[in-house]
């Protein structure tokens, strides 16, 4: 079965960093999309960065020039690296695939939580 492990959340203070990763396992399709959700208390789910196979990248406007993400397409990782941490940013951020096989499918890791603050 396909699995995402998230690793590297944990709290940090404002303007600090944090690096998750998440690696993937058990697909038999190709991953064509993989990336970071984050979903804080009381908000819906919402798109932090993503990154095709072929290098195309996505990101919320609150994440350009603070968050860089990077996916190793032969190790079927990726990572979300987070600076200049804001308290805003307190979430849990979620590893998400595309898989594509005879047609796509959305996989998500467990979760990992990252908490900003004083």
């Known amino acids: 079965q396909v699995q995402l492990v998230e690793s590297g959340g944990g709290l940090v203070q404002p303007g600090g960093s944090l690096k998750l990763s998440c690696a993937a396992s058990?697909?038999?399709?190709?991953?064509?999309?993989m990336g970071w959700y984050r979903q804080a208390p009381g908000k819906q789910r919402e798109l932090v960065a993503s990154m095709t196979r072929g290098g195309t990248t996505t990101s919320a406007d609150s994440a350009k020039g603070r968050f860089t993400i990077s996916r190793d397409n032969a190790k079927d990782t990726v990572s979300l690296q987070m600076n200049s941490l804001k308290p805003e940013d307190t979430a849990v951020y979620y590893c998400y695939a595309r898989i594509v096989s005879l047609a796509a499918r959305d996989y998500w890791g467990q979760g990992t939580q990252v908490t900003v603050s004083s």
């Open positions: 058990g697909s038999i399709g190709v991953m064509y999309a």
